[in-house]
């Protein structure tokens, strides 16, 4: 972790916080992180460009989009962030405490006997399916792959952005707070455009130990902006807001176009990006 490229950004502890003690003996501490996240948790319905299999606009999952112009101070909208039970749930393991399990679907009935699933438990429906996410070919034109390291997601990054590129790393605050609603109304006290260009999302994936499924198309233009908001129960969220510049080739019925009344490759689309999920981009030299 010590490696200079990395400059984490607003939750940088989230990354650095597990206690070395914790990772000598870490495979004691696997869990599933998202599988304690309630059916709605977004990190099963953002695999790919986001929200395919949340169609219906009355899911309040899909209570994070918005457009630019919607960044105004003062204004108002709810949003939609899901419930983390254990934060620490997403903070990558020391690479010694994962590097001798496998990873691969060949390798699934190992994998499965290493932490005690049956096969025919949901923990090992989510295994396979975090696998089958994780080795599928990237189409034309996109990066895709699976970090279950902070080295390894940033050397996705570099891959993608130049091996001498210094990578930021940038997340929603989390909500832990358990009486959080999962949706309610949001102030908008501030924000600031963070980054434009090469933006890289990563979503977190359910496995027992952090895997971040990141996808990148390339050319495609994205801009990033840090928003301060206030929830009606007077929670502080610092957001992480991604706009996808280019939604040419998004599926015109997907559920962003119904919500913001926009056509495909007419407008931008932007969401607020759940604690889980994070974002990867250069910082200018
Ligand atoms: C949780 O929310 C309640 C009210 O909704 C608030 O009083 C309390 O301070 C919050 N706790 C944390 C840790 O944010
Ligand atoms: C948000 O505020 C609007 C306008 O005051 C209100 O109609 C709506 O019910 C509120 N939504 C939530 C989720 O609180």
Known sequence: MGNGFVSCSFLLLLFVSLAPGEASNGVDVLRLPSMGLDDHSSSDGQHESLAVSMDDPNDPAVQVFALIKDLVVGKTMPIYFPYIKDPTSFQFFPKEATQHIPFSSEEVLEILRFFSFSPDSKQA??????????????????????????????????????????????????????????????????????????????????????????????????????????????ELVESVFLCHMDTSTWRPGHVAFRLLDVKAGESEVCHFLAAHDLVMFPIPK
């Not at 975090?130 to 034309?140: G, S």
């Not at 210094?166 to 309610?184: A, Y």
């Not at 980054?195 to 496995?207: F, V």
């Open 125 to 234: 429906l989510a295994i396979r399916q975090t696998l089958e996410i994780c080795e599928k070919e990237p189409k034309e034109n996109e990066a895709r792959g699976c970090a279950t390291t902070l080295e390894s997601l940033a050397d996705f990054a570099r891959g993608i952005l130049g091996s001498d590129t210094r990578v930021q790393i940038l997340r929603s605050s989390l909500l832990s707070n358990s009486s959080t609603p999962l949706v309610q109304n949001y102030t908008i006290l501030d924000f600031k455009g963070i980054a434009t260009g090469d933006i890289i999302p990563c979503h977190s994936e359910p496995y027992p130990y952090p895997v971040y499924y990141c996808h990148f198309q390339l050319g495609a233009d994205s801009k990033v902006f840090k928003v301060y908001l206030r929830g009606d129960n007077g």
